[in-house]
């Protein structure tokens, strides 16, 4: 069985409609399939448990649609669930990690037909402020600093604003903003500094097409970690509009490892994970190795900016 979750707020309204079209795609080339309409993200969470252990399930919105699902397939008591993305959303950034944003009905429904998964690593992150032993799980990006904090801004804002959210917030706080001192235990080893932004990529982008982890794959058992260190304004506004190419990580300022395991610390800090508040450092960051069974239409090179 074939399950589609559908946001009916992504998209501005479209997911639910671009669902249905899928569904009878889909039932037409003989899978059965079904379409679910949560009320909510804590239903979109039960939905996406409760039928994990029946057939695949398809995420019809985006990022944040991606990431409820996921928490839902997380949490349904099986190895490797399967799920596959109809990217109906202002980012797509989940999506534009694991495949072609410029997919098809009829390339989605192929790989479906012939089964064509491969298992990807999932992140998983736990905050003082989650329950005990709860943690959050990501596909994308994992952040904080100062991309965290614009975040705060540009989630108040009105979803009519669409992707210039990010851009205003980082012009209302860059003024203000100092970097942090970053305690980072990486595999047991001391990477801690003084920074602007740290990101741990699962995958490779963020905040609509920006490319802070270039180079990470899902499917590699490994996160890329790119810190961007203390550094004047003038430099790391020279330095931001690179992100949207993955050329950023060339700069003298910007610092870039692998690790699959990390804890990290700073004052006043949040973290983000696929867009989504997690909570307020500390955090403890591992990676789950082949945890997902992702079905698609073959994935793009990583730093793709397709």
């Known amino acids: 069985m074939i399950h589609i979750i559908a ?10 409609p671009e669902a249905s079209s ?15 309409v949560p009320a909510d993200r804590s239903e979109t969470r039960r939905v996406a448990a409760r039928v994990a252990p029946t057939g695949l399930v398809i995420a019809c919105g985006g990022d944040g ?8 397939l997380m949490n349904a008591g099986i190895h490797a669930p399967s799920l596959a993305i109809w990217p109906v959303g202002t980012g797509n950034d989940i999506a534009r990690g694991l495949m072609s944003l410029e997919i098809d009905r009829t390339a989605l429904i ?18 003082d402020e989650q329950d005990e032993g709860a943690a959050e799980f990501f596909l994308g990006v994992l952040s ?22 990010y851009l205003i917030g980082v012009a209302r706080e860059l003024p203000t903003y100092r970097p942090r001192w970053f305690s980072i235990d990486s595999d047991g080893a001391d990477k801690s500094m003084a920074a602007m932004v740290l990101a741990i990529g699962n995958g490779p982008a963020y905040g609509s097409g920006m490319y802070v982890c270039p180079g990470a794959l899902s499917d590699d058992g490994v ?4 810190v961007v260190t203390n550094t004047p304004k003038r430099t790391f506004v020279s330095v931001l509009p690179k992100v949207y190419t993955g ?34 450092l500390p955090a403890k ?22």
């Open 7 to 16: 946001n009916p707020l992504a998209g501005g309204g479209r997911a639910v």
């Open 22 to 36: 899928l569904a009878r795609e889909i039932a037409g080339a003989g899978l059965p399939c079904h379409v679910h």
């Open 65 to 72: 649609t991606v990431h409820d699902v996921l928490q839902g």
């Open 110 to 127: 192929e790989a479906l037909i012939g089964d064509r998964g491969r298992l990807i690593d999932v992140g998983s992150v736990i905050t």
């Open 144 to 165: 904080c600093g100062f991309d965290s904090t614009v975040n705060e801004r540009a989630n108040a804002m009105p979803s009519i604003v669409g992707r210039a959210r």
């Open 223 to 226: 996160f890329d970690v790119t």
């Open 247 to 280: 050329r950023h990580i060339e700069h003298e300022s910007v610092v870039s490892w692998q690790a699959v395991s990390l804890r990290i610390d700073a004052p006043d800090s949040v973290v983000y994970a696929d867009g989504e508040r997690i909570g307020r």
């Open 285 to 306: 960051v591992n990676l789950c190795p082949a945890r997902l069974n992702f079905v698609s239409p073959p994935p793009p090179l990583a730093g793709s900016t397709s």
